[in-house]
């Protein structure tokens, strides 16, 4: 059976039906996707729809009836595994934002890399949407966004050591993703 999930709306549909209780959760996951579809200019034309659909369900892990390991990237990408989502749908939430800094921190590192990780202009597009999203759907610059996360996890937590150790990876992805966007025609 084909999946709808690697359509934008599909992806919509389930984000949607396990998100809106999470509040900010939610309002961040509706403005990664819209600042996705703003980036989809860095990303071939065939790979449009997958980064916007990956942009709706980077965080679908949170919800709490998806719950495992409490590491939301690979929660996430177990559940849409379970459901038969399209491979590299699960592979870019398994890896989105720099999850391998994370999976390190919290002992998760084999666990994370049944899922390989590309790099590609669709995961930097990803992480530039997530990177410059601040948890309640504001637009932020890269050093606010992070900045922001640091001051929301204390010092020594596995996300703030994660985000610390990621931060030039994460920089580069962002940069990428701007410097394709600048060079797309209007």
Same mark, same amino acid.
């Given at each position: 059976m084909p999946s709808a999930l690697d359509t934008?709306?599909?992806?919509?549909?389930?984000?949607?039906?396990?998100?809106?209780?999470?509040?900010?959760?939610w309002l961040?996951?509706?403005?990664?996707?819209?600042?996705?579809?703003?980036?989809?200019?860095?990303?071939?034309?065939a790979d449009r729809d997958l980064l916007v659909a990956a942009a709706w369900l980077h965080d679908i892990g949170y919800a709490p009836e998806l719950r495992d390991t409490g590491f939301h990237p690979l929660d996430g990408a177990r559940y849409l595994e379970s459901l038969g989502a399209p491979a590299r749908l699960v592979r870019l939430v398994a890896h989105h934002s720099g999850a391998v800094y994370e999976a #390190?921190?919290?002992?998760?590192?084999?666990?994370?890399?049944?899922? #390989?990780?590309?790099?590609?202009?669709?995961?930097?597009?990803?992480?530039?949407?997530?990177?410059?999203?601040?948890?309640?759907g504001q637009s932020f610059d890269f050093d606010t966004r992070?900045? #922001?996360?640091?001051?929301?996890? #204390?010092?020594?937590s596995e996300v703030h050591n994660a985000i610390s150790k990621a931060r030039p990876y994460l920089q580069g992805a962002v940069e990428r993703t701007r410097d394709?966007?600048?060079h797309q025609p209007m």
């Amino acid at each position: 059976m084909p999946s709808a999930l690697d359509t934008p709306q599909g992806a919509a549909e389930l984000a949607e039906s396990l998100l809106p209780p999470l509040g900010n959760r939610w309002l961040h996951t509706q403005a990664v996707a819209a600042r996705a579809r703003e980036a989809s200019a860095a990303v071939s034309e065939a790979d449009r729809d997958l980064l916007v659909a990956a942009a709706w369900l980077h965080d679908i892990g949170y919800a709490p009836e998806l719950r495992d390991t409490g590491f939301h990237p690979l929660d996430g990408a177990r559940y849409l595994e379970s459901l038969g989502a399209p491979a590299r749908l699960v592979r870019l939430v398994a890896h989105h934002s720099g999850a391998v800094y994370e999976a #390190e921190q919290r002992g998760l590192s084999p666990e994370l890399a049944v899922y #390989e990780r590309e790099d590609s202009p669709v995961l930097d597009a990803l992480i530039f949407a997530d990177m410059t999203t601040g948890p309640a759907g504001q637009s932020f610059d890269f050093d606010t966004r992070i900045d #922001e996360i640091l001051v929301r996890y #204390e010092p020594g937590s596995e996300v703030h050591n994660a985000i610390s150790k990621a931060r030039p990876y994460l920089q580069g992805a962002v940069e990428r993703t701007r410097d394709r966007m600048a060079h797309q025609p209007m």
